[in-house]
């Protein structure tokens, strides 16, 4: 796609959108924060035929956390983040050194969308059945644009979720999407060593850990209980 035709698709993308953050500058990579581009490949090149993006999030300093919130990849140098939620999936993009890293959330491998805000970021969560992505978003992104991300992701989610089979290193330990805690489920192999530090609360990114989900997860500090969409299961047998 030329440059000319990527921009008059932008352009009709951003205007045809239901939040006003999905920008033409963004899509097409004609922001003046970001003079060599946030991505080495717009966004709107990367967008199906008819493929309509709905909301956009963006990150200078931080990318997408695989499987925990620690575990972040982050931009190269002057690049950025940009996190693309479109009628199919959530594409999540991040500027490297020479190329840039794309990961891609279909909605129908979605358990559950959420987000957290803290004092210097907040994050839009997608849990897949044997997944988990942060995606991080700047600090100033309103909470209403956060809240309205989860809900048009959850309205589009699967009763059976697919797993996503791409080695993205997004692995965690899971039941039926929620995190477990090996302290409440010793013997069980393979927990990402970071998963401890999350159950804090807070930490030094700021986060405050304030769901504003229906579930509740292992960030919360309840491990003992393991939720499915805002409900606890019994695994007494009773």
């Known amino acids: 796609m030329s440059d ?6 932008a352009m ?7 939040h006003p953050s999905v920008t033409v500058g963004v899509l097409a ?12 490949r717009p966004p709107v090149t990367r967008l199906g035929g008819t493929e309509a993006p709905a909301y956009v999030l963006t ?17 190269s140098g002057d690049r950025g983040t940009a996190v693309v939620v479109t009628d199919r999936r959530t594409l999540c993009l991040v500027g490297g050194g020479e190329e840039d890293s794309v990961i891609e959330v279909p ?17 839009f969560v997608l849990r897949t059945p044997r997944k988990q992505y ?24 699967s009763e059976t979720p697919d797993e996503i089979e791409t080695d993205d290193g997004a692995n965690q330990l899971t ?11 010793p013997g069980v192999p393979d927990e990402p060593p970071a ?4 159950s804090d609360g807070a930490d030094s990114d700021g986060d405050e850990s304030r769901d504003r989900s229906d579930a509740t997860s292992a960030e919360d500090g309840d491990d003992s209980r393991i939720q499915y969409r805002g409900k606890t299961i019994d695994r007494s047998g009773n």
């Open 134 to 157: 942060h995606c991080w978003a700047k600090r100033s992104t309103s909470e209403s644009l956060l809240s309205a991300a989860a809900e048009y992701v959850e309205e589009r989610t």
């Open 12 to 18: 009709t993308l951003a205007e045809m959108a239901p």
């Open 4 to 9: 000319g035709n990527a921009l008059d698709r």
């Open 195 to 198: 998963d401890s530090a999350e």
């Open 107 to 123: 909605h129908d491998s979605v358990v559950e969308a959420s987000y957290h805000t803290g004092l210097l970021a907040n994050r």
């Open 59 to 75: 990150n200078e300093k931080r990318g997408i956390g695989l499987g925990t919130k620690r575990n972040t990849t982050k931009p």
């Open 29 to 40: 990579s004609r922001e003046e924060a970001f003079p060599e581009g946030r991505l080495h």
């Open 175 to 185: 039941y039926r999407g929620q995190p477990i805690s090996r302290e409440n489920h």
